[in-house]
């Protein structure tokens, strides 16, 4: 069973940055796609970001593109996601997830294709 954990989050000021991490146990990490998604009050978790096996390929949703990075620490079962220049819209708690079916060579952003999740740590950015 793959346990995630994520840490980093806080509360900031808009245009500070931030890095959440998500560290995994349980598993084969290096074979996950690992992705970020987040949910503000009131509305549906959406997906954030994603990276691959290796970290080859990466994809964004376009409200974060540019701010944000994903990368990934396979040696330390860790995902980050770097946070720049934040908006009081990026608010919300952040859910790492692990996609344990997706191919080595893609990546996927529906919330379905997702079998694991983490608790979720929250990011709240002031104006």
């Known amino acids: 069973q793959v346990q995630l954990v994520e840490s980093g989050g806080g509360l900031v000021q808009a245009g500070d940055s931030l890095r959440l991490s998500c560290a995994a146990s349980?598993?084969?990490?290096?074979?996950?796609?690992m992705g970020w998604f987040r949910q503000a009050p009131g509305k549906e978790r959406e997906f954030v970001a994603v990276?691959?096996?290796?970290?080859?390929?990466?994809y964004y949703a376009d409200s974060v593109k540019g701010r944000f990075t994903i990368a990934r620490e396979n040696a330390k079962n860790t995902v980050y996601l770097q946070m720049k220049s934040l908006k009081p819209e990026d608010t919300a708690v952040y859910y790492c997830a692990a996609d344990s079916t997706v191919s080595k060579w893609t990546v996927r952003n529906a919330i379905r294709d997702y079998d694991y999740w983490g608790q979720g740590t929250q990011v709240t950015v002031s104006s």
């Open positions: 990276i691959s096996w290796t970290g080859a390929i990466t």
């Open positions: 349980g598993g084969t990490f290096s074979r996950y796609g």
